[in-house]
């Protein structure tokens, strides 16, 4: 499996960004997904997850209300559509799959993508 996240940038506090993670692998669909981030400085922490089956969603508290992820399973990709972005979320983003877990910890997720970075000004 190999996944590809774009779609950060630089964008002021209050604004939005929508990231992509497009995944290599014919089943995409049996795969969990989720995004981490780890900031300078700082362990790598979970952000949202979305199952594979009924696509049930998880969100960190940090950004529940204005995170949203979702997957196009036609299109083998999961987005994490970011709003009301603040300071806090600058970060590199990485984009996560297993075919059985569905975690908030990293060490469970067997694929990773290479990271896009988000920075957010104040």
């Known amino acids: 499996v190999q996944l590809q996240a774009s779609g950060g940038g630089l964008v002021q506090a209050g604004g939005s960004l929508r990231l992509s993670c497009a995944a290599s692998?014919?089943?995409?669909?049996?795969?969990?997904m989720g995004w981490f981030r780890q900031a300078p400085g700082k362990e790598r922490e979970f952000v949202a997850a979305i199952s594979w089956s009924v696509g049930r969603t998880y969100y960190a508290g940090s950004v529940k209300g204005r995170f949203t992820i979702s997957r196009d399973n036609a299109k083998n990709t999961v987005y994490l559509q970011m709003n009301n972005l603040k300071f806090e979320d600058t970060a590199v983003y990485y984009c996560?799959?297993?075919?059985?877990?569905?975690?908030?910890?990293?060490?469970?997720?067997?694929?990773w993508g290479q990271g896009t970075l988000v920075t957010v000004s104040s």
């Open positions: 996560a799959a297993d075919p059985v877990a569905i975690s908030r910890t990293p060490g469970e997720y067997d694929y």
């Open positions: 692998v014919r089943t995409f669909s049996n795969y969990n």
